[in-house]
């Protein structure tokens, strides 16, 4: 696939399985992002980055470099912050990962968790599709090699990944219907004069 990968700035060709692929080539190149370089590759400011490390919401980066799990984080919360509450997005993270700084208590990694939401999401985008349904049959498929590290981890996860879809697609919606608005302003403009 062609196009912005989810999430982020860059415009290249990526693999919806791996959409994390092409970011994980760039962190074990440099060793990681700067905080500037992590928050033009998100499009937001250094400063919000920060504050999502000062409330736990991020691991706080080794060597002032921002690693893979740093990374997959920021840009998940990034994707959501328009249409979900921070907390809420913190909450939610913590429901499938736990503690920020413990892997043990995951269900998934980050960069997989990305990879999931970007197939559904990029599928979605492809038949222009976005009915519940649809999303569910993504989801699963998505999860289809996913092994459960206990009993309930499939269903939390398969929620959350609902939750983060519903969410993505809203805001993506929202920006549309704004664009919309502003083209039916013109318009009106237009049959005005």
């Known amino acids: 696939m062609t196009g912005n990968i989810p999430g982020t700035s860059l415009v290249q060709s990526f693999d919806e399985n791996n959409a994390f692929g092409s970011i994980g080539t760039v962190l074990a190149a440099t060793g990681g992002l700067t905080l500037s370089q992590l ?103 998505s999860m289809s090699g996913y092994t459960p590290p206990h009993e309930r981890a499939r269903d939390i996860l398969f929620t959350a990944l609902m939750t983060m879809t519903m969410a993505y697609i809203s805001s993506e919606l929202q920006k549309q219907a704004e664009k919309n608005f502003e083209k039916i302003k013109t318009l009106e403009r237009s049959t005005a004069a």
């Not at 980055?49 to 990034?78: C, D, F, L, S």
């Not at 328009?82 to 913590?94: C, G």
């Open 39 to 141: 928050a033009e590759l998100v499009g937001t400011e250094a400063t919000t980055i920060q504050n999502w490390v000062k409330r736990g919401w991020v691991e706080n980066p080794g060597n002032r470099r921002y690693g893979e799990v740093q990374t997959a984080r920021v840009i998940i919360i990034n994707m959501l912050k328009s249409t979900l509450r921070l907390e809420d997005i913190a909450r939610l993270m913590r429901i499938v990962n736990g503690r920020v700084d413990d892997r043990s208590d995951d269900i998934i990694p980050d960069r997989e968790l990305y990879n999931y939401l970007c197939f559904v999401i990029c599928r979605l985008e492809e038949t222009g599709c976005f009915t519940h349904e649809h999303a569910e049959e993504l989801i699963n498929e």
